[in-house]
Every structure is written in structure tokens, then in C-alpha cells.
């Protein structure tokens, strides 16, 4: 079902209560505190209830970060770089974000799906062409991106060998990323490493694998947080973000703390 651009943006408002959960100390001090946005797909973003236990990263993210840095999750099922463009979704991001905020971009899972012309880029050219319209619209108000290669899928070769199935796309995002001087933070390559470390058996423990599912694409709240504590890695790693932003990296996260609000009406 297609959305208009007011749809898509009161939907995305309604959410936002969500995601600025955690900014309260900041404005009775009146002192605004930065945000950190996502865009992207199905694996960070948020799940409700009727998805549990299937996990976005994104909703483990703000557990690894202090609490003044609030995290404004905007990643949708399904969508690409090019779709959540289209159907105004950036916009919405544009309309809220102020400068020193943060824009972190992962995109490739559905931007692969060739016989979708809606979704499908090419990776060399409307991969980037895509990715450069996040990095210019996050620069132009002030705001730093970030790109993030996609996070692996659960696939084995015969040899119990964890497999990369994004193609070209990582290869992209890091040439544009050095091209474009932005931040890069190497999540494909990460949790490709991390896959094959726990290798076959282990990796459904991490995945959305139910009695009556087995997904190799999303996760549950360990995968989850596994995966949000890469990012987190990262995101200290490559210095966008400082020792003191960054908490509990070292510390086992209950999956407790995963908790699936009721989908807005």
C-alpha cells in the first residue's frame, strides 16, 4: 500500500515520543541535547507486538549510550535507500533534525531486490547517488552522517563458513564514505566476523528463529543487542562519538530490557 506524504509523515511524528523517551534531564536544564537518528531498514527498526520477539538493533542501540544522548529510531520495514526517500520519509528526518544532531544511514537489504524497481539500486551508482542525498541533507542543517554497511544475514557455506551476501553494496558505501570524508562504521564486516565466530548452530540464538519461523535476516533481543554493541564499537571507534557517550560495552545487557510498545493506532 502506497503513502502519501502527509501519511507518512504523521506516522512518523506519532512515533516520536518513543524515541525521545530519554531527554528529559536535557530540557529542564535548557540545554538541548544531541540526537541520534536512524535511517534505514527492517534489521534497526522498531518492533511492536505483534513482531515479537523479532528485534531491530536500533531498539538496543540507546541501551549503550548515556541517557543525554537519545536515540530517534526512523528506520521502516522494507525500504531502501531509494524508497525512503521517495515516500517522503527523509523529509520527515530533515523537518526535526537540528545541527549537531547525528544521522546514521544503513541501507542495502532491499536495495539488492533488482525485480523491484520501486526499491532496487545499482550499486555504484543510485547506491551512492542515494546515500550522497542523506550525507548532503544531514550536512545542510547541521547535522554530521554516518554510514553503516548492512549488518550480515545468517548464511553458511557446506564448510560451516559464514558467507557475505550483500554484493557490491558494502564495497560501495565504503568507497563513498572515503570519497565524501563521512564516518564509516563497518557493521557487514563485523557481524560477518562475529557469525562465523559463533558459527552454524550458535547463530539461530541470535536470530529470529521461532517454532514456526526460521529467519536468517532479522533478529530476536540477543541479536539485537549483539549487533547494537558493534555499533556502539563503532561509533567510538571512528570517534564520532566520545568515551564518555558510550556505556556498558563491555556488559551483559539482559534482553529483558527489550520490551514491543503496541503499534500506534
Given at each position: 500500500?502506497?503513502l ?14 518513543l ?15 544531541r ?5 534505514g531498514?527492517?534489521t ?12 531491530g ?21 522494507g ?32 536495495d539488492e531486490?533488482?525485480?523491484d ?11 551512492q ?18 554510514l ?18 550483500h ?19 563497518d ?16 547463530t ?30 563503532e ?7 566520545a ?14 530490557w ?8
Amino acid at each position: 500500500m502506497s503513502l502519501t506524504r502527509r501519511q507518512v509523515t504523521s506516522a512518523a511524528v506519532a512515533a516520536v515520543p518513543l524515541a525521545f523517551a530519554a531527554t528529559g534531564n536535557a530540557q529542564a536544564s535548557g540545554r538541548r541535547s544531541r540526537t541520534l537518528h536512524i535511517a534505514g531498514d527492517s534489521t534497526a527498526a522498531q518492533k511492536y507486538a505483534d513482531a515479537a520477539p523479532e528485534t531491530g538493533w536500533g531498539m538496543a542501540l540507546p541501551f549503550f549510550l548515556r541517557k543525554e544522548l537519545p536515540v530517534a529510531n526512523h528506520a521502516v520495514n522494507g525500504r531502501s535507500s531509494k524508497s525512503f526517500i521517495d515516500e517522503g520519509r527523509f523529509d520527515v528526518i530533515l523537518g526535526l533534525i537540528q545541527p549537531g544532531d547525528l544521522l546514521l544511514v544503513q541501507f542495502a537489504h532491499n536495495d539488492e531486490k533488482s525485480e523491484d524497481p520501486t526499491r532496487y539500486t545499482e550499486p555504484w551508482t543510485t547506491y551512492q547517488d542515494c546515500l550522497r542525498q542523506y550525507i548532503d541533507g544531514a550536512r545542510a542543517h547541521g547535522a554530521r552522517p554516518v554510514l553503516a554497511t548492512p549488518v550480515e544475514r545468517r548464511r553458511f557455506d557446506a564448510d560451516g563458513n559464514a558467507v557475505p551476501t550483500h554484493g557490491d553494496y558494502p564495497a560501495a558505501m565504503r568507497a563513498l564514505a572515503e570519497e565524501e570524508r563521512v564516518a564509516l562504521l563497518d557493521i557487514q564486516a563485523l557481524s560477518l566476523a562475529l557469525w562465523q565466530e559463533l558459527g552454524v548452530e550458535a547463530t539461530k540464538t541470535y536470530f529470529n528463529w521461532t517454532a514456526t519461523e526460521q529467519d536468517n535476516t532479522h533478529f530476536n533481543p540477543p541479536g539485537a543487542i549483539a549487533v547494537a554493541r558493534l555499533v556502539a564499537r563503532e561509533l567510538l571507534r571512528t570517534r564520532v562519538l566520545a568515551p564518555r557517550d558510550v556505556v556498558r560495552l563491555h556488559d551483559d545487557i539482559p534482553t529483558s530490557w527489550i520490551t514491543w510498545p503496541q503499534a500506534a493506532a
